[in-house]
């Protein structure tokens, strides 16, 4: 069984930054690949960011270029530096862990308001 934690979420204004951390307990964390979702009120759960055990990334094409996904293997922590915030990136964030199954933390609130 593998929990997953997420933190660092809040309020920011425009143009300001987050930084999100996903932190993994019960398995080999390495393993997995990780990938960060958020879900705005009455949208679906979309793809932001993933990244392989070994590092390799892709990004949805409206955070490219101002969201950083990378993991600390050691730690057992993924992050998502989220720089250049717009309010269209408000939504609850969440982190998926998945090898032979799925899992999901339970979510982190990024409310980007002036």
């Known amino acids: 069984q593998v929990q997953l934690v997420e933190s660092g979420g809040g309020l920011v204004q425009p143009g300001g930054s987050l930084r999100l951390s996903c932190a993994a307990s019960g398995s080999i964390f390495s393993i997995f690949v990780i990938t960060w979702y958020h879900q705005a009120p009455g949208k679906e759960r979309e793809l932001v960011a993933r990244?392989?055990?070994?590092?390799?990334?892709n990004y949805a094409d409206a955070v490219k270029g101002r969201f950083t996904i990378s993991r600390d293997n050691a730690k057992n922590t993924a992050y998502l530096q989220m720089n250049s915030l717009k309010p269209e990136d408000t939504a609850v964030y969440y982190c998926n862990a998945l090898s032979v199954r799925a899992y999901w933390g339970q979510g982190t609130q990024v409310t980007v308001s002036s």
């Open positions: 990244i392989t055990g070994v590092g390799n990334t």
